[in-house]
T-cell receptor
Framework: KQEVTQIPAALSVPEGENLVLNCSFT??????LQWFRQDPGKGLTSLLL?????REQTSGRLNASLDKSSGRSTLYIAASQPGDSATYLC??????????????FGTGTLLAVQP | EAGVVQSPRYKIIEKKQPVAFWCNPI?????LYWYRQNLGQGPELLIR????????DSQLPKDRFSAERLKGVDSTLKIQPAELGDSAVYLC?????????????FGQGTRLTVV
C-alpha cells in the first residue's frame, strides 16, 4: 500500500529565506508526482507536476525534484514571501487504469513566512 | 478558461438530513474525481469517473453516499442521511485522460458541517 509522508508538519521562516519541503513515498512505481498549495478554507492549487521520467520541474521561485529510486521529492522555495504562507501537499499518481488511477496525498506541511 | 466549479461553498445541516454537492469540471476533461478531506489530513478518493462511468467507487460508503455524472460532464455527490462524522471538505477534481500529462485540477471545495 502506497504511503506518502511529508516532513516537517509545520515550518516557520523569516521572509527572504530559501526553504525545502520534503515528501517521501513507499512505492516507487508511480506515474507522476504533483505538488499543491492549499490556502485556509480553499481548494488545492496545482504548483508543479513531475512525470516519472523527469527529475525536476521549475516554475518561478519554485523547483521540485523527484528521485523515484529513493522514493523522495523535494519542493524548493527561493526567497520566501509572506504570501507563500499556506499548506503544501504532495501527491503521487500511482498508475493508469483500474483502482490505481488516483492521487495519494501526504498530510501536508504548514508553512508560515514571517514578515 | 474556467476552472473546476463546485457549489455550494459551505453547508451546515443537522444529522440525519440529506445533502448534495455539485461539480462542473474543466471543459473537455473526461476524468472526474470526488475526494474528501478531513481536518489536518490530505484528501482521500471517494469515487472516480471516466466519462459517465464510475470506474472506482471502492472508497465510497455506499450505504449513505451516492454519486452520478449524467452525460459525462457535471457530477453530483449526495449523502443521505448525514452523520456527524461526515463533516469534512468535499473536493472535486478533473483531469484529461488518455494523455501522459495527468495533472489534476481541483475546485474550491464544499465545507460540510453536520451538527
Amino acid at each position: 500500500k502506497q504511503e506518502v509522508t511529508q516532513i516537517p508538519a509545520a515550518l516557520s521562516v523569516p521572509e527572504g529565506e530559501n526553504l525545502v519541503l520534503n515528501c517521501s513515498f513507499t512505492d516507487s512505481a508511480i506515474y507522476n508526482l504533483q505538488w499543491f498549495r492549499q490556502d485556509p478554507g480553499k481548494g488545492l492549487t496545482s504548483l508543479l507536476l513531475i512525470q516519472s521520467s523527469q527529475r525536476e520541474q521549475t516554475s518561478g521561485r519554485l523547483n521540485a525534484s523527484l528521485d523515484k529510486s529513493s522514493g523522495r521529492s523535494t519542493l524548493y522555495i527561493a526567497a520566501s514571501q509572506p504570501g507563500d504562507s499556506a499548506t503544501y501537499l504532495c501527491a503521487v499518481f500511482r498508475g493508469y487504469g483500474g483502482a490505481t488511477n488516483k492521487l495519494i496525498f501526504g498530510t501536508g506541511t504548514l508553512l508560515a513566512v514571517q514578515p | 478558461e474556467a476552472g473546476v466549479v463546485q457549489s455550494p461553498r459551505y453547508k451546515i445541516i443537522e444529522k440525519k438530513q440529506p445533502v448534495a454537492f455539485w461539480c462542473n469540471p474543466i471543459s473537455g476533461h473526461n476524468t472526474l474525481y470526488w475526494y474528501r478531506q478531513n481536518l489536518g489530513q490530505g484528501p482521500e478518493l471517494l469515487i472516480r469517473y471516466e466519462n459517465e462511468e464510475a470506474v472506482d467507487d471502492s472508497q465510497l460508503p455506499k450505504d449513505r453516499f451516492s454519486a452520478e455524472r449524467l452525460k459525462g460532464v457535471d457530477s453530483t455527490l449526495k449523502i443521505q442521511p448525514a452523520e456527524l462524522g461526515d463533516s469534512a471538505v468535499y473536493l472535486c477534481a478533473s483531469s484529461s485522460s488518455g494523455h501522459q500529462n495527468t495533472e489534476a485540477f481541483f475546485g474550491q471545495g464544499t465545507r460540510l458541517t453536520v451538527v
